[in-house]
């Protein structure tokens, strides 16, 4: 039972009691603990992290005087000197701030007692406390300097007021027990205002002997924080020493040395930021507020961190690899951030005030990452390595996909087993990987030759992923990859160099089967990736991935029959032919080509056909691998699912740069190494189609499959996904060009579906319909930020702005035919001197087309190809026109800007390489904004999504509400084709975006057209790269020139054999009716040779036609009724006809030719614009006729999303 009495059990404490009783509350621990701490070596010059003992409370009393000293600059401009000294050996610490604003000697009225009494005195006391006043010092709750002169034996203010002429010094002891009068006497008159506290700590109450060279060092660098977080007219001294920071990043270099990476942004006077990258040894911050260093972080240091790892995981991360999960304590872990940062009246989590607990909001300013400071960061290794990183924890996950060596395998679609797959002969087991179904028909009609026992099949879907770019979970769920895993017994990352692990997969040798043309080879090649990714080892056995070659052509003659492999060498065959008729040519584009008679003859002595691919200098044979021949097929060890032996590797690796000094590797990664693109440029551009492997040849090392079969494919991709600069067409748009001026398609109309089908027919096009119809359809769209000409007219729906074209309805609902216009454009006249290309033995469409103006401009050009990409913007027509009529008159062009049809808003050069596109909008009031343009690429339904995001929402932390959004609601009065958005904001909000100068850019009205990557094929099939528009016209100008010469030489030649015809004719027709010629009982040989007799000229239409190909046919072939005086007039008259059009054309450079034909388009095209456009027009003025009326039509409103009554925010939202 408790003897206390009421008295000793209830009691009252002064504040100075409560503070030396309870000091955590106010100071923090007073007891010596060991901390890794941040401080400054002397001996080394820089900051230091190590282990040290020191005592919290003594550091943070010491603080307070230092951050005293610092507000004291930040109030008085005067101030420009801090000077701290610490002597141990006397258990004395000073620290003085000079500035004539200093602390005014003169008794307080209300408290009567001298102002630097009060202050250093009595608690509670200070100037902080009016918190509507902004401050942006580090005091705030009246106990700073009293806390100091409570733990301290000794404390002695001596305060010198200049303007009063006063001397002020008092001297406090046994913590502030006694305190002593104040002396106050005159100063010297050149004695200039300062304050300097001195004390003695009580170093019994922090259980210290003496002040340590720990401390003294922790002192020290606290002293240096100052120095470098505070103006640089503010001289700071350390024992007499001027501490001298110039700038934030002098300081950040005394914590690591200058070749740590690191972006400093020191130009916002309330924000310094400087990022480290430290890969492994990040997760530090360093930080201030109003210089008090906040070890600990809080709101300043999230607001910072949080906004930095978020953009670096959205701008830049995600950008690079979709699918993968980034935690942002991923990214931290890797960077130390410096912060120095000035709040407005900041609030802290106690008095030690080492956490800052201030909202972001009442900061009193704002921070934004700038764009540069981002790129820099991530140009450093933090993005890969997080990827790497990330890549590398879940890679664990794939090993549930491993497979095990099964001789029974069941539930694999498709899969034929090899009878003695899994077994002890699994060695000398393949399995055929075909491409396809089709292939896998021909490959089982081949099994009947080879047989089950040691073959299997199995059909891959398409294309194998490249999973040197996938990310895990995409790896997880493909089923292509899965399945292989399965069917071979691969497990991952596992290293099959050492024979005992070789010998558990399920099959021995893999035969790849594809169709013989660029994307089998492509097929090839995604599959040798993916074991050069995982399974190196395995590569390296040679004859472990092979491949059978099939005729790709065939040519018959008679019983001689000639087999080709590749098509170039069918080519330098037929160019040889004198008679390439006498020949009848087979294509064989797929193995489904191929009957199952040839399929067996392909299997015919199987192994000796095959293809080995090797690693370079690598000899290592398949037999000196495997020796067991073994013929018992117990599977009581190979069906038990055992770890392997210590030989093989089971770690999961991490993605390393490849080494490009094996030349495997180099190749490989050349081909599929996202890296390595600027790499695949320079390959592709040293392309030659005769560099192709021989058929002959039946080991080829990796290298040259890539280099010599896979870089085939790579150049076809480019070249069907980047235009020719003559007429803007990949291979497929001119496909649909030649299909649509064959059938003549500009009067009738046709299905979007029956055209391709016909363009496929024709045209000879070897791909998917769907994307052919794909192509239709983007040739034929006309809405705002697609094409300027359409070549294809609209019929149906084709697409509008809302969703980018995206919302076209089905190709078998649709119709199209050629554009009145496209005729002015494509002239016919063209035709007989374009170069024509010979697919499948027909002649298809050209090389490309020869448009009068360079159509790429007019339409502009987007694709993806291997190694190339493409991006040009669209022009106006008339400045295209207006630029080609300049350049034939020898005359200098001035610069394009790029121009959409019927697009309202502004596009402005920002510099040689961009240009600025504004949407267009208007202020109605101040809490109303009105869009009436969205800036291109902004579809009206996305844009609709986004304004939602922006939408005002409500979200519980805690017990406190937070608002987020922009707008309070919108209005959508959008069409098809017309855009108008009404906004409503919150009060001063909008007026707030004004003035900051942010509206266009928050509300995404703004956007740029870069002109840096123009890449496009000239007319010899080189890709160049475009620097601007002007490179582009004048680069085809000079090539469709050469086409006008030619055009006209052709029509010269043309006009005088129609007219050596007419002549002919007319001559005939005399000679029978003076009976000359006889005709009547005559034999058609004896008339022949009766005009042989009168040297009557061999004839032939065709221009290019050889002496043995021409006749007398245009005479022999005429009706009898041709044989009259009246014929002879009108073939008179058609001479006279020709010869004037000859001495019109003789007479006319083609540059005039060029220019009437210019001039035709300019008047066809602006009367077409007027036309097409009149709808659209009649749209926008009766859409904004009258913008104070209210619309007619019933709005939808949108207002914003609030937690709450929901009945009585529906009843709101349907009144408006």
Same mark, same amino acid.
């Given at each position: 039972?408790?003897?206390?009495?009421?008295?000793?059990?209830?009691?009252?404490?002064?504040?100075?009691?409560?503070?030396?009783?309870?000091?955590?509350?106010?100071?923090?621990?007073?007891?010596?603990?060991?901390?890794?701490?941040?401080?400054?070596?002397?001996?080394?010059?820089?900051?230091?992290?190590?282990?040290?003992?020191?005592?919290?409370?003594?550091?943070?009393?010491?603080?307070?005087?230092?951050?005293?000293?610092?507000?004291?600059?930040?109030?008085?401009?005067?101030?420009?000197?801090?000077?701290?000294?610490?002597?141990?050996?006397?258990?004395?610490?000073?620290?003085?701030?000079?500035?004539?604003?200093?602390?005014?000697?003169?008794?307080?009225?209300?408290?009567?007692?001298?102002?630097?009494?009060?202050?250093?005195?009595?608690?509670?006391?200070?100037?902080?406390?009016?918190?509507?006043?902004?401050?942006?010092?580090?005091?705030?709750?009246?106990?700073?300097?009293?806390?100091?002169?409570?733990?301290?034996?000794?404390?002695?203010?001596?305060?010198?007021?200049?303007?009063?002429?006063?001397?002020?010094?008092?001297?406090?002891?046994?913590?502030?027990?006694?305190?002593?009068?104040?002396?106050?006497?005159?100063?010297?008159?050149?004695?200039?205002?300062?304050?300097?506290?001195?004390?003695?700590?009580?170093?019994?109450?922090?259980?210290?002997?003496?002040?340590?060279?720990?401390?003294?060092?922790?002192?020290?660098?606290?002293?240096?924080?100052?120095?470098?977080?505070?103006?640089?007219?503010?001289?700071?001294?350390?024992?007499?020493?001027?501490?001298?920071?110039?700038?934030?990043?002098?300081?950040?270099?005394?914590?690591?040395?200058?070749?740590?990476?690191?972006?400093?942004?020191?130009?916002?006077?309330?924000?310094?930021?400087?990022?480290?990258?430290?890969?492994?040894?990040?997760?530090?911050?360093?930080?201030?507020?109003?210089?008090?260093?906040?070890?600990?972080?809080?709101?300043?240091?999230?607001?910072?961190?949080?906004?930095?790892?978020?953009?670096?995981?959205?701008?830049?991360?995600?950008?690079?690899?979709?699918?993968?999960?980034?935690?942002?304590?991923?990214?931290?872990?890797?960077?130390?951030?410096?912060?120095?940062?000035?709040?407005?009246?900041?609030?802290?989590?106690?008095?030690?005030?080492?956490?800052?607990?201030?909202?972001?909001?009442?900061?009193?300013?704002?921070?934004?990452?700038?764009?540069?400071?981002?790129?820099?960061?991530?140009?450093?290794?933090?993005?890969?390595?997080?990827?790497?990183?990330?890549?590398?924890?879940?890679?664990?996950?794939?090993?549930?996909?491993?497979?095990?060596?099964?001789?029974?395998?069941?539930?694999?679609?498709?899969?034929?087993?090899?009878?003695?797959?899994?077994?002890?002969?699994?060695?000398?087991?393949?399995?055929?990987?075909?491409?396809?179904?089709?292939?896998?028909?021909?490959?089982?009609?081949?099994?009947?030759?080879?047989?089950?026992?040691?073959?299997?099949?199995?059909?891959?879907?398409?294309?194998?992923?490249?999973?040197?770019?996938?990310?895990?979970?995409?790896?997880?769920?493909?089923?292509?990859?899965?399945?292989?895993?399965?069917?071979?017994?691969?497990?991952?990352?596992?290293?099959?160099?050492?024979?005992?692990?070789?010998?558990?997969?399920?099959?021995?040798?893999?035969?790849?089967?594809?169709?013989?043309?660029?994307?089998?080879?492509?097929?090839?090649?995604?599959?040798?990736?993916?074991?050069?990714?995982?399974?190196?080892?395995?590569?390296?056995?040679?004859?472990?991935?092979?491949?059978?070659?099939?005729?790709?052509?065939?040519?018959?003659?008679? &019983?001689?029959? &000639?087999?080709?492999?590749?098509?170039?060498?069918?080519?330098?065959?037929?160019?040889?032919?004198?008679?390439?008729?006498?020949?009848?040519?087979?294509?064989?584009?797929?193995?489904?080509?191929?009957?199952?008679?040839?399929?067996?003859?392909?299997?015919?002595?199987?192994?000796?056909?095959?293809?080995?691919?090797?690693?370079?200098?690598?000899?290592?044979?398949?037999?000196?691998?495997?020796?067991?021949?073994?013929?018992?097929?117990?599977?009581?060890?190979?069906?038990?699912?055992?770890?392997?032996?210590?030989?093989?590797?089971?770690?999961?690796?991490?993605?390393?740069?490849?080494?490009?000094?094996?030349?495997?590797?180099?190749?490989?990664?050349?081909?599929?190494?996202?890296?390595?693109?600027?790499?695949?440029?320079?390959?592709?551009?040293?392309?030659?189609?005769?560099?192709?492997?021989?058929?002959?040849?039946?080991?080829?090392?990796?290298?040259?499959?890539?280099?010599?079969?896979?870089?085939?494919?790579?150049?076809?991709?480019?070249?069907?996904?980047?235009?020719?600069?003559?007429?803007?067409?990949?291979?497929?748009?001119?496909?649909?060009?030649?299909?649509?001026?064959?059938?003549?398609?500009?009067?009738?109309?046709?299905?979007?579906?029956?055209?391709?089908?016909?363009?496929?027919?024709?045209?000879?096009?070897?791909?998917?319909?769907?994307?052919?119809?794909?192509?239709?359809?983007?040739?034929?769209?006309?809405?705002?930020?697609?094409?300027?000409?359409?070549?294809?007219?609209?019929?149906?729906?084709?697409?509008?702005?809302?969703?980018?074209?995206?919302?076209?309805?089905?190709?078998?609902?649709?119709?199209?035919?050629?554009?009145?216009?496209?005729?002015?454009?494509?002239?016919?006249?063209?035709?007989?001197?374009?170069?024509?290309?010979?697919?499948?033995?027909?002649?298809?469409?050209?090389?490309?087309?020869?448009?009068?103006?360079?159509?790429?401009?007019?339409?502009?050009?987007?694709?993806?190809?291997?190694?190339?990409?493409?991006?040009?913007?669209?022009?106006?027509?008339?400045?295209?026109?207006?630029?080609?009529?300049?350049?034939?008159?020898?005359?200098?062009?001035?610069?394009?800007?790029?121009?959409?049809?019927?697009?309202?808003?502004?596009?402005?050069?920002?510099?040689?390489?961009?240009?600025?596109?504004?949407?267009?909008?208007?202020?109605?009031?101040?809490?109303?904004?009105?869009?009436?343009?969205?800036?291109?690429?902004?579809?009206?339904?996305?844009?609709?999504?986004?304004?939602?995001?922006?939408?005002?929402?409500?979200?519980?932390?805690?017990?406190?509400?937070?608002?987020?959004?922009?707008?309070?609601?919108?209005?959508?009065?959008?069409?098809?084709?017309?855009?108008?958005?009404?906004?409503?904001?919150?009060?001063?909000?909008?007026?707030?975006?004004?003035?900051?100068?942010?509206?266009?850019?928050?509300?995404?009205?703004?956007?740029?057209?870069?002109?840096?990557?123009?890449?496009?094929?000239?007319?010899?099939?080189?890709?160049?790269?475009?620097?601007?528009?002007?490179?582009?016209?004048?680069?085809?100008?000079?090539?469709?020139?050469?086409?006008?010469?030619?055009?006209?030489?052709?029509?010269?030649?043309?006009?005088?054999?129609?007219?050596?015809?007419?002549?002919?004719?007319?001559?005939?027709?005399?000679?029978?009716?003076?009976?000359?010629?006889?005709?009547?009982?005559?034999?058609?040989?004896?008339?022949?040779?009766?005009?042989?007799?009168?040297?009557?000229?061999?004839?032939?239409?065709?221009?290019?036609?050889?002496?043995?190909?021409?006749?007398?046919?245009?005479?022999?072939?005429?009706?009898?009724?041709?044989?009259?005086?009246?014929?002879?007039?009108?073939?008179?008259?058609?001479?006279?006809?020709?010869?004037?059009?000859?001495?019109?054309?003789?007479?006319?450079?083609? &540059?005039?030719?060029?220019?009437?034909?210019?001039?035709?388009?300019?008047?066809?095209?602006?009367?077409?614009?007027?036309?097409?456009?009149?709808?659209?027009?009649?749209?926008?003025?009766?859409?904004?006729?009258?913008?104070?009326?209210?619309?007619?039509?019933?709005?939808?409103?949108?207002?914003?999303?609030?937690?709450?009554?929901?009945?009585?925010?529906?009843?709101?939202?349907?009144?408006?």
């Amino acid at each position: 039972m408790s003897t206390k009495t009421n008295e000793q059990k209830y009691q009252k404490k002064t504040q100075r009691e409560h503070v030396l009783l309870r000091p955590d509350t106010y100071v923090g621990d007073i007891e010596p603990t060991t901390e890794m701490m941040w401080i400054y070596d002397n001996n080394e010059k820089k900051m230091v992290k190590k282990e040290i003992e020191y005592v919290p409370g003594f550091y943070k009393v010491f603080d307070e005087l230092l951050v005293n000293a610092r507000d004291h600059s930040v109030n008085d401009a005067s101030c420009n000197e801090i000077k701290v000294t610490i002597n141990p050996e006397n258990n004395e610490i000073s620290v003085l701030n000079n500035g004539a604003k200093g602390i005014p000697v003169e008794m307080h009225k209300e408290h009567n007692m001298y102002i630097p009494s009060l202050i250093f005195g009595e608690m509670l006391t200070g100037s902080n406390f009016d918190d509507k006043e902004k401050r942006t010092t580090g005091g705030r709750n009246g106990y700073g300097a009293k806390l100091a002169n409570i733990f301290s034996s000794k404390f002695i203010v001596d305060v010198v007021d200049q303007k009063k002429k006063l001397h002020f010094k008092q001297v406090f002891e046994k913590n502030m027990l006694e305190k002593n009068e104040p002396e106050v006497v005159s100063s010297d008159k050149k004695e200039k205002s300062y304050v300097k506290i001195t004390f003695y700590p009580d170093l019994e109450k922090f259980k210290l002997k003496d002040i340590s060279t720990d401390i003294l060092a922790l002192f020290n660098k606290r002293v240096y924080d100052i120095a470098a977080t505070t103006s640089n007219r503010v001289k700071v001294y350390f024992n007499e020493e001027h501490l001298n920071v110039p700038s934030f990043i002098k300081y950040v270099d005394m914590y690591y040395p200058q070749e740590c990476e690191r972006i400093i942004d020191e130009e916002n006077d309330r924000w310094k930021l400087c990022v480290l990258y430290l890969p492994n040894k990040g997760g530090e911050n360093i930080s201030y507020v109003n210089s008090i260093c906040t070890y600990k972080g809080g709101t300043h240091v999230n607001y910072i961190v949080d906004n930095v790892v978020k953009r670096l995981i959205n701008d830049y991360i995600k950008k690079k690899e979709k699918s993968i999960k980034v935690t942002p304590s991923l990214i931290k872990e890797n960077l130390v951030f410096f912060i120095n940062s000035v709040v407005e009246n900041p609030a802290f989590i106690s008095q030690t005030k080492d956490a800052l607990t201030t909202k972001v909001a009442r900061f009193g300013s704002t921070y934004e990452v700038d764009e540069k400071f981002m790129k820099k960061l991530a140009k450093t290794e933090i993005v890969n390595q997080v990827i790497d990183f990330a890549r590398f924890k879940e890679t664990a996950a794939l090993k549930k996909t491993d497979g095990k060596k099964l001789t029974s395998l069941r539930g694999i679609p498709k899969l034929e087993d090899a009878n003695k797959a899994g077994s002890k002969q699994a060695h000398k087991c393949s399995l055929i990987l075909t491409e396809g179904d089709s292939a896998k028909a021909f490959a089982m009609a081949g099994l009947g030759i080879i047989g089950r026992n040691h073959y299997g099949v199995f059909p891959l879907k398409g294309k194998l992923l490249n999973v040197r770019e996938a990310a895990p979970k995409q790896l997880l769920d493909n089923e292509e990859i899965k399945n292989i895993k399965q069917i071979l017994g691969l497990q991952h990352n596992k290293d099959y160099t050492d024979k005992e692990v070789y010998q558990k997969l399920r099959y021995g040798k893999i035969v790849v089967l594809t169709d013989q043309d660029v994307d089998g080879s492509h097929i090839k090649g995604l599959l040798f990736n993916f074991f050069h990714y995982f399974w190196p080892s395995l590569m390296k056995k040679r004859g472990f991935l092979t491949s059978l070659s099939t005729p790709i052509v065939k040519a018959f003659k008679g &019983k001689s029959v &000639k087999v080709f492999y590749n098509l170039t060498d069918y080519e330098k065959w037929k160019n040889k032919l004198t008679s390439p008729g006498a020949w009848k040519i087979k294509y064989y584009k797929g193995l489904g080509t191929s009957t199952s008679k040839e399929a067996k003859e392909y299997f015919v002595d199987f192994e000796d056909k095959l293809i080995n691919y090797f690693w370079n200098e690598v000899q290592e044979e398949m037999g000196e691998i495997i020796d067991d021949d073994s013929e018992d097929d117990s599977d009581s060890e190979e069906n038990v699912d055992s770890e392997t032996s210590s030989k093989s590797s089971e770690s999961n690796k991490k993605m390393e740069q490849p080494d490009y000094t094996d030349k495997c590797t180099d190749a490989m990664t050349l081909a599929f190494d996202k890296r390595r693109a600027d790499d695949r440029k320079g390959w592709l551009l040293n392309y030659d189609k005769e560099n192709v492997i021989s058929y002959e040849e039946r080991d080829v090392s990796y290298t040259d499959f890539v280099h010599k079969d896979l870089i085939h494919f790579s150049n076809d991709d480019t070249s069907r996904s980047i235009p020719n600069v003559m007429d803007g067409f990949k291979p497929s748009q001119r496909k649909i060009m030649f299909g649509a001026l064959k059938r003549k398609l500009y009067r009738d109309e046709v299905k979007v579906a029956q055209l391709s089908g016909y363009v496929s027919d024709k045209a000879a096009y070897h791909h998917g319909e769907a994307s052919l119809q794909g192509a239709i359809i983007g040739m034929a769209q006309n809405y705002v930020g697609s094409n300027n000409i359409n070549i294809l007219d609209p019929e149906g729906q084709f697409g509008t702005r809302l969703r980018g074209g995206k919302d076209s309805a089905s190709s078998r609902y649709i119709w199209t035919r050629l554009n009145q216009l496209t005729q002015k454009v494509f002239r016919e006249e063209d035709v007989n001197v374009l170069r024509k290309i010979i697919e499948d033995g027909e002649e298809i469409e050209p090389e490309w087309y020869a448009p009068i103006i360079p159509m790429v401009l007019v339409n502009g050009a987007e694709g993806i190809g291997t190694g190339f990409s493409t991006k040009i913007p669209c022009y106006n027509p008339t400045d295209i026109i207006d630029s080609l009529l300049k350049l034939i008159d020898n005359k200098e062009i001035s610069e394009l800007v790029p121009w959409y049809q019927n697009f309202r808003g502004t596009i402005t050069k920002l510099n040689n390489s961009s240009y600025e596109v504004k949407g267009v909008y208007h202020i109605k009031d101040e809490k109303t904004l009105v869009i009436t343009e969205l800036p291109l690429g902004e579809w009206t339904s996305n844009y609709k999504e986004f304004l939602d995001s922006l939408l005002l929402t409500e979200e519980k932390s805690g017990k406190s509400k937070k608002v987020k959004g922009l707008i309070e609601s919108f209005t959508d009065e959008n069409t098809d084709k017309a855009i108008k958005f009404t906004l409503t904001f919150p009060s001063n909000k909008l007026f707030k975006l004004v003035k900051a100068n942010t509206l266009e850019k928050k509300l995404k009205l703004i956007r740029k057209i870069n002109i840096t990557n123009m890449h496009l094929f000239n007319a010899d099939g080189t890709i160049k790269k475009f620097s601007n528009a002007m490179e582009i016209i004048k680069e085809y100008y000079d090539e469709r020139l050469k086409m006008y010469y030619s055009r006209k030489e052709y029509l010269l030649k043309l006009l005088n054999n129609e007219m050596l015809h007419l002549k002919y004719k007319v001559l005939f027709i005399k000679y029978v009716l003076d009976k000359k010629i006889i005709i009547n009982n005559k034999t058609k040989q004896s008339v022949i040779d009766r005009l042989e007799e009168l040297e009557f000229p061999q004839l032939s239409k065709d221009l290019n036609a050889e002496e043995s190909s021409k006749s007398y046919n245009y005479i022999t072939l005429m009706q009898l009724f041709s044989l009259t005086k009246e014929k002879i007039d009108e073939l008179n008259k058609e001479f006279e006809e020709k010869n004037n059009e000859l001495d019109d054309l003789e007479n006319k450079e083609a &540059k005039d030719i060029w220019k009437d034909e210019l001039k035709e388009l300019s008047t066809s095209y602006k009367r077409w614009y007027k036309a097409n456009n009149e709808e659209y027009l009649q749209e926008i003025e009766s859409m904004n006729a009258d913008k104070n009326t209210k619309s007619k039509k019933k709005k939808k409103k949108v207002t914003k999303k609030k937690k709450g009554s929901k009945s009585a925010k529906s009843a709101k939202s349907s009144k408006a």
